[in-house]
């Protein structure tokens, strides 16, 4: 439709043309002064018909240009619907799936609100107890501090200690061990005094000295450091050759060639190996065993071995006599069992006897009276018949 129309603008335009070059040169046969006056009338003609056939060939055109436009304009709106709808489900259906994953995002979010909460409680609970134990913790290494600031309970703590190494090796006072026995020729009294094999003893004390070495932990500068170690150092070797002087080793009391001094703390005793491994060597030179907590026990697991093998080899001789007693006995017993089996079997041959050839025996002069006792009273059966 389009096509036809801009078809008939153009044959307005051309006729127009010709009918203007046409009266053009009809206009130039004539004097000038009609061709004047006729070539503005014709002009005027011209434009009048190219104006009406213009006009109505733009308004035709314009017409289906509208018509045109409304029906692309129709088919563009249909087709926009279409893939509005379209596109409309496709947003409904994302949009429920949005809906379903900020639900459940929501649902999330109050259940880590809810685990925060419980896990904030149980944490405010762990805290709480933390605090707690730090306070019972400061509380007892107050105690600690204060107890280990006076020598006599110091020596209560190292005996404390000591006790529990003995209990756990397994010994037991009075029997393995004496506690604060005093040494029969010298009046000396150790804080323990171990029972060995054949009446030896082993002497030990647990008294050491602490007070420099809890300013050394306590110190700041690291000149003061340096001093409070020294200090005690020495008093480690001082206390070493105070032990060495008494008589705790003494062949009168039955002694061993050794005593024992027990450092109640395995960090003091590490501390004393790395700042001065001189003090170990020169307290065994003296005969003198540096012990601490794992070390003793060591030293009386040895202890507990030796005594119990020194019982057992003391009843050695009881058992093997015992044994031989026993290897006699069983000799005997094995004797009058087998003259048991041999009675038991001859009883069995006889029992065999009896129920076999005995019975049969007495069976046969039994089997005869029956026979002899029917044939009797056969003819008094035939007679009734």
């Given at each position: ?14 006729i ?5 070059s ?17 070539s ?6 011209v ?21 045109l436009?409304k ?8 087709v926009?619907?279409k ?22 995002v ?8 809810k ?49 529990d190494?003995?209990?756990m090796?397994?010994?037991?006072e ?18 323990f ?9 082993l ?27 020294s200090?005690?150092l020495?008093d480690?070797k ?24 027990f ?16 003090i ?19 030293v ?12 057992l ?6 058992i ?12 005997l ?11 038991i ?17 007495l ?23």
């Open positions: 439709m389009l096509t036809i129309d801009y078809i008939y603008l153009i044959a307005a335009f051309v127009g043309g010709l009918i203007f046409f009266g053009f040169a009809f206009i130039n046969k004539k004097s000038q002064k009609q061709k004047d006056t006729e503005d009338y014709l002009l005027e003609k434009k009048g018909a190219f104006s009406d056939l213009s006009m109505d060939a733009l308004s035709k055109s314009s017409e289906q240009l509208v018509k436009a029906a692309k304009l129709e088919t563009e709106r249909q926009g619907s893939e509005l709808e379209a596109k409309k489900g496709l947003i409904d259906q994302e949009l429920k799936t949005l809906n379903k994953q900020l639900e459940d929501s649902k999330l979010v109050s259940d880590l609100e685990d925060r909460v419980d896990k904030f409680g149980q944490l405010s609970k762990v805290l709480e107890g933390v605090s707690q134990q730090n306070k019972d913790l400061n509380a007892v290494t107050s105690d600690l501090k204060q107890a280990l600031s006076s020598t006599k309970d110091r020596g209560q703590w190292g005996e404390r200690m000591a006790e190494v003995l209990r090796a397994g010994l037991v009075n029997i393995n061990y004496l506690k604060q026995k005093t040494l029969t020729n010298n009046n000396l009294r150790p804080d005094t171990f029972l060995l094999p054949n009446e030896l003893k002497n030990m004390d647990v008294k050491f000295p602490l007070n420099n070495y809890m300013k050394y932990i306590e110190a700041k500068a690291e000149t003061d450091k340096k001093m409070f170690c200090k005690f020495s480690v001082a206390r070493v050759k105070e032990v060495t002087s008494k008589d705790y080793i003494d062949p009168e009391e039955n002694t061993v060639d050794y005593a024992l001094l450092i109640p703390n395995e960090q003091i005793y590490v501390f004393i190996n790395e700042m001065d491994r001189t170990i060597d020169e307290a065994i030179k003296n005969r003198i065993i540096i012990c601490s907590p794992g070390t003793l026990f060591a009386l697991a040895i202890i507990r071995q030796a005594v119990d093998s020194f019982a080899e003391k009843t050695s001789n009881e093997l006599t015992l044994l031989s007693v026993f290897k006699k006995q069983w000799l017993f094995i004797a009058k069992f087998d003259k048991l089996g041999d009675k079997q001859e009883a069995q041959s006889e029992y065999d006897a009896l129920t076999t050839t005995r019975v049969r025996q069976e046969k002069p039994l089997n005869q009276i029956e026979t002899l006792r029917n044939q009797k009273q056969l003819p008094s059966k035939v007679k009734k018949k």
